[in-house]
T-cell receptor, first 110, second 114 residues
Framework: DQQVKQNSPSLSVQEGRISILNCDYTNSMFDYFLWYKKYPAEGPTFLIS?????DKNEDGRFTVFLNKSAKHLSLHIVPSQPGDSAVYFCAASGTGKLIFGQGTTLQVKP | DTEVTQTPKHLVMGMTNKKSLKCEQH?????MYWYKQKAKKPPELMFVYSYEKLSINESVPSRFSPECPNSSLLNLHLHALQPEDSALYLC?????????????FGPGTRLTVL
């Protein structure tokens, strides 16, 4: 039973364009959502988060949108840079446990 | 200091060995976590410590034994592991255990069980 799903295993975008990574969840009890970025041989790095009482949170080039009725969130990166190439994990939190999606590998081409 | 450190970076052990993984943070965080990550899979929670007490054990086999000697340190003792236990073991910390707390991860220990 996968409570957090990232249906796109990979995404390729051109430098300077927008990257949109998507995430769906099934458990309506989740109250906090996070995005992490992971490079090979490193631990996940926290990027941005959003509370379930909000629908948007912005931090520089990164914006997370939450649609509670659809149980869907997305991460927008604009403009995309080659250094953004990594695996992106969506995570949902409830009762202090993080449940991760399967990850989406983003490749930003120069 | 805003990082979580883990030692060793790599570990190779036989099925009869006993070894320990170590994790340290100096951010004053009172919640610490162990995760296991297999290749091309998301991290999976193993244990949570809150104020040095074991709060969550995700039905992890007893061959994995966590220990939290103080608020900055977290150990994972390994004994009689199986080859399928080979994975990246990640430690994380957060201010306290709870939903609205970002977890900060260490670089992980790459474990190979022969």
């Amino acid at each position: 039973d996968q409570q957090v799903k990232q249906n796109s295993p990979s995404l390729s975008v051109q430098e300077g364009r927008i990257s949109i990574l998507n995430c769906d969840y099934t458990n309506s009890m989740f109250d906090y959502f996070l995005w992490y970025k992971k490079y090979p041989a490193e631990g996940p790095t926290f990027l941005i988060s959003i509370s379930s009482i909000k629908d948007k949170n912005e931090d520089g080039r990164f914006t997370v949108f939450l649609n509670k009725s659809a149980k869907h969130l997305s991460l927008h990166i604009v403009p995309s840079q080659p250094g953004d190439s990594a695996v992106y994990f969506c995570a949902a939190s409830g009762t202090g446990k993080l449940i991760f999606g399967q990850g989406t590998t983003l490749q930003v081409k120069p | 200091d805003t990082e979580v450190t883990q030692t060793p970076k790599h570990l190779v052990m036989g099925m009869t060995n006993k070894k320990s993984l170590k994790c340290e943070q100096h951010m004053g965080h009172r919640a610490m976590y162990w995760y296991k990550q297999k290749a091309k899979k998301p991290p999976e929670l193993m244990f949570v410590y809150s104020y040095e007490k074991l709060s969550i054990n995700e039905s992890v086999p007893s061959r994995f034994s966590p220990e939290c000697p103080n608020s900055s340190l977290l150990n994972l003792h390994l004994h009689a592991l199986q080859p399928e236990d080979s994975a990246l073991y990640l430690c994380a910390s957060s201010q306290v255990q709870g939903s609205v707390n970002e977890q900060f991860f260490g670089p992980g220990t790459r474990l190979t069980v022969l």
